[in-house]
């Protein structure tokens, strides 16, 4: 089941978790997201968030990428535009199923790393020699 949340679900379909694409198709819509748009994805079990265990999706709505495909492209539907969202839940049938879809999306996050964060980091890492040993010390 795709939501939008808890009042907003848009029902039961397939999910289908590409290299660089988050599809679901349903019966009579379909949704297609490039892995860009995902910033943050998590299992939540909490009934507040969700009233099933599902995957949590945090997304970016304000990416502006002028390089290569426009955003028409980037985030298709037929019914209902996915440019305002920042959040989906995708709920499988069988509870059991969630660890395998939450490795998915997390292999489709290391597939496709966040480029403006990756260029800040590219070859780099920053950490504080003096923090790292007394966070050492405070763990023993």
């Known amino acids: ?11 039961s379909g397939n999910l289908y978790i590409t290299t660089s694409r988050v599809i679901w198709i349903s019966d009579n819509q379909s949704y297609d ?6 910033i943050l994805h998590a ?3 909490d009934p507040n968030s969700y009233h099933i265990p599902c995957i949590y999706c945090q997304l970016d709505t304000e990416i502006n990428d002028n390089d ?7 985030m298709n539907d037929d019914t209902l535009t ?16 969630l660890e395998d879809m939450f490795s998915g999306f997390s292999d489709i996050a290391l597939a496709n790393p966040d480029e403006d964060v990756q260029d800040e980091l590219d070859g780099e890492l920053i950490y504080n020699n ?11």
């Open 130 to 140: 003096d923090e790292v040993y007394l966070g050492s010390q405070q763990a023993r």
């Open 68 to 74: 290569t495909e426009s955003d028409e492209d980037n």
């Open 82 to 97: 996915l440019e305002k969202v920042n959040e989906i839940y995708f709920a499988p049938k069988e509870s059991n199923k």
């Open 33 to 38: 997201i490039d892995a860009r748009y995902i």
């Open 43 to 45: 299992i939540t079990r």
């Open 1 to 11: 089941e795709m939501a939008l949340s808890n009042d907003i679900i848009i029902g």
